[in-house]
């Protein structure tokens, strides 16, 4: 089968949508059919360092997705590109029972901070949607697992899962801006390869008195719907 081109998908899909508004069909980060709906970015600037008060805890920044750049995705028709939109998490974000846990690889079972426990914060910055898990334990099976592939640079991506609330088509189908997203009971993950090449972060051991102005770094996305 031959794989059509962005023009042709998009005017494949500009007679078989019914409004612009419409959210992509069965969307998807690559071409097969039942891939995830993941849009990753590479994680940069990965590093740890001593704690100053020998606790030992890892300190994890980064960003789950980064607004405004665009990336590849697939939906029912073919490739299309997609946009999010700037401050489209916020209503999402401001919820007082947001429930996101950072997890490897979509895995929820393999959580390592969570917001419900104040081990994970999430926020929307000059950037796109920033992640910081301040005190990751080191003795927890998994961040034991994926510290030093991140130390290696072995593992350097991220993504996360979401539902898209609104969003819009171009006039020529081409691409589709995400203007809302609801992040509650999703997650944010460590992965291995990606889509988006526009984010990263940074993993770390905490010095003894960690300041909020460390929350800057890169990190991968993965948008499910």
Same mark, same amino acid.
């Given at each position: 089968?031959?794989? *059509? ?7 494949? %899909?500009?007679? &078989? ?15 097969? &059919? ?5 849009? %990753? ?9 001593? $704690? ?12 789950? $997705? ?6 590849? !995705? ?9 946009? =999010? $939109? ?12 947001? @429930? =996101? ?23 929307? @910055? ?7 898990? *301040?005190?990751?334990?080191?003795? @927890? ?16 991506? !991220? ?14 189908? $081409? ?51």
């Amino acid at each position: 089968m031959t794989t *059509p081109t962005l023009a042709a998908a998009a005017a494949t %899909r500009a007679q &078989s949508v019914r409004q612009r508004a419409d959210r992509p069909s069965q969307r998807r980060c690559a071409e097969q &059919s039942g891939s995830r709906a993941a849009v %990753r970015a590479r994680l940069s600037g990965v590093q740890l360092r001593e $704690t100053g008060d020998g606790g030992g805890t890892l300190e994890f920044l980064g960003h789950a $997705t980064v607004y405004e750049q665009a990336y590849e !995705m697939w939906d029912y028709f073919g490739p299309y590109t997609e946009i =999010v $939109t700037e401050g489209a998490g916020s209503e999402s974000l401001a919820r007082a029972d947001l @429930d =996101v846990p950072l997890v490897l690889g979509h895995d929820q079972l393999r959580r390592m901070a969570r917001t419900t426990t104040g081990t994970l914060l999430l926020a929307e @910055d000059g950037t796109g949607l920033s992640v910081h898990a *301040p005190a990751l334990d080191p003795a @927890d099976h998994d961040v034991a697992y994926i510290a030093p592939k991140l130390r290696a640079g072995l593992v350097d991506e !991220m993504s996360f899962a979401f539902r898209i609330e609104s969003g819009q088509w171009s006039p020529d189908y $081409t691409e589709y801006r995400i203007n809302r997203y609801d992040i509650h009971r999703g997650d944010v993950a460590i992965v291995g390869y990606g889509a988006n090449p526009h984010t990263g972060a940074s993993l770390r051991q905490p010095a003894a008195a960690p300041t909020t102005s460390r929350a800057r770094a890169l990190l991968e996305i993965a948008l499910a719907r």
